[in-house]
């Protein structure tokens, strides 16, 4: 089993609509959680970081964690077709490094 | 302020050669990570250094090493190259003493081996 589990889609939404995009992980002892995104082509981006249970909310993405059933989400509201891109889920595990779920397509139509 | 930077951003090599990448993190960062990055396996954790140690290794052959200098300037080599070394070969910086803010990772070296 992976590590970090992600959905890799792709993902469809008209534009405007609401984009949820989800992320397991195993490790119960992360305390780190990132969302970033990447553009075909291109390198990661780092969009959201999230490290307490709840909603964590910057514009139109909400990222959001629930560390007893070890998910996080990440919500795009209004989305537009520039958030067409893969968007990873990352997770701090052992040591100090980040491991990266296998990305989320997102296509956003107009 | 300045990004990573990495270079070259593109590099094509023989099987049986050896390459060397090289990574300048943001500046204050101390802390450098490196990954491989595939359509298969998605991204790979390779190392990462900080002040100059290595303190977590991934589970790649002995032929992928690196190294971080005092001014945190990190390179990473491959030594006798196999064509299933091509990939985007990405270089992180975080600030602190970890990863506990999320890296910033640079635009990558792409290798092709053939």
């Known amino acids: 089993q992976k590590e970090v589990e992600q959905n890799s889609g792709p993902l469809s939404v008209p534009e405007g609509a609401i984009a949820s995009l989800n992320c397991t992980y195993s490790?119960?002892?992360?305390?780190?959680f990132f969302w970033y995104r990447q553009y075909s082509g291109k390198s990661p981006e780092l969009i959201m970081s999230?490290?307490?249970?709840g909603d964590k909310e910057d514009g139109r993405f909400t990222a959001q964690l629930n560390k007893a059933s070890q998910y996080v989400s990440l919500l795009i509201r209004d989305s537009q077709p520039s958030d067409s891109a893969t968007y990873l889920c990352?997770?701090?595990?052992?040591?100090?490094?980040?491991?990266f779920g296998g990305g989320t397509r997102l296509m956003v139509k107009p | 302020k300045a990004g990573v930077t990495q270079t070259p951003r593109y590099l094509i090599k023989t099987r049986g050669q050896q390459v060397t990448l090289s990574c300048s993190p943001i500046?204050?960062?101390?802390?450098v990570s490196w990954y491989q990055q595939t359509p298969g396996q998605g991204l790979q954790f390779l190392f990462e250094?900080?002040?100059?140690?290595?303190?977590n290794k991934g589970n790649f052959p002995g032929r992928f090493s690196g190294r971080q200098f005092s001014n945190s300037r990190s390179e990473m080599n491959v030594s006798t190259l196999e064509l299933g070394d091509s990939a985007l070969y990405l270089c992180?910086?975080?600030?602190?003493?970890?990863?506990?803010?999320?890296?910033?990772f640079g635009s990558g070296t792409r290798l092709t081996v053939v």
């Open positions: 992180a910086s975080s600030s602190g003493t970890g990863v506990e803010y999320g890296y910033t």
């Open positions: 490790d119960r002892g992360s305390q780190s």
């Open positions: 999230i490290y307490s249970n």
């Open positions: 990352a997770v701090t595990g052992a040591g100090n490094m980040l491991t």
């Open positions: 500046s204050g960062h101390r802390s």
């Open positions: 250094y900080f002040s100059e140690t290595q303190r």
